[in-house]
Structures are given as C-alpha cells and as structure tokens.
C-alpha cells in the first residue's frame, strides 16, 4: 500500500505559479511510475502529467505542455509539478497517482490516489 499526499495548492493570479508537491510513503520501495490529474468544478478528472520512474520520461496534455513541468526526487520519494502561466482555467483539484506498471494518461491505469490539492487562479 502506498499513501500519497499532495501539498502546495492555493490562490494565485493568472500568470502566476505554483509548485505542487506529492509526497509518497509505505510501500515505496518499488519504483513507482507518477502521474497528476486534475478535477475542474463540474467537470470529469484529467490527465495532466506522468513521470517514469526514474524520470527520465515524461508527457503532458497538450493543455499544459510549455507551461507545467513534472519531476521527481527519488530519494525523497517525492513528486513535482511546476506549473507556470497559470490560466483561470487551471482552476481544478490536483490529483496526483501512482501506478505499478502503467505509463499512460488514464486514471484506472493507477493503483493508488492522493486526496488532491486544490489551485484556483484568479483572473
């Protein structure tokens, strides 16, 4: 079992940023592939980024590509996402997930949740 806890959310304004952290512990000794959803108001959760693991792979949606960064320090069994140029429509709860195997943008591909972050960018 792995438990996964996400940090940094908050308000800021459009064009600002923000760095989200997921903090990983239990089982943690498998390298574990690390993906970060989102989850505007009303609407589905997203993919947004997937790291492997040893982070050396990496993709994003095409609506964060340039702006987000994804990464990861092994050693403290932590994952990032720099977001940048941030939009009103960023707006969303965070999700970040991890998977044993799976190295993809679909949720049921991950094995284990955070209970989510949330940003919210003012116009």
């Known amino acids: 079992q792995v438990q996964l806890v996400e940090s940094g959310g908050g308000l800021v304004q459009a064009g600002g940023s923000l760095r989200l952290s997921c903090a990983a512990s239990?089982?943690?000794?498998?390298?574990?592939?690390m993906g970060w959803f989102r989850q505007a108001p009303g609407k589905e959760r997203d993919f947004v980024a997937v790291?492997?693991?040893?982070?050396?792979?990496?993709d994003y949606a095409d609506s964060v590509r340039g702006r987000f960064t994804i990464s990861r320090d092994i050693g403290k069994n932590t994952v990032y996402v720099q977001m940048n140029s941030l939009k009103p429509e960023d707006t969303a709860v965070y999700y970040c997930?991890?998977?044993?195997?799976?190295?993809?943008?679909?949720?049921?591909?991950?094995?284990?949740w955070g209970q989510g972050t949330t940003v919210t960018v003012s116009s």
């Open positions: 997930a991890a998977s044993g195997s799976y190295y993809g943008r679909r949720q049921h591909g991950y094995d284990f």
């Open positions: 790291i492997n693991w040893n982070g050396r792979s990496t």
């Open positions: 239990g089982r943690t000794s498998t390298n574990y592939i």
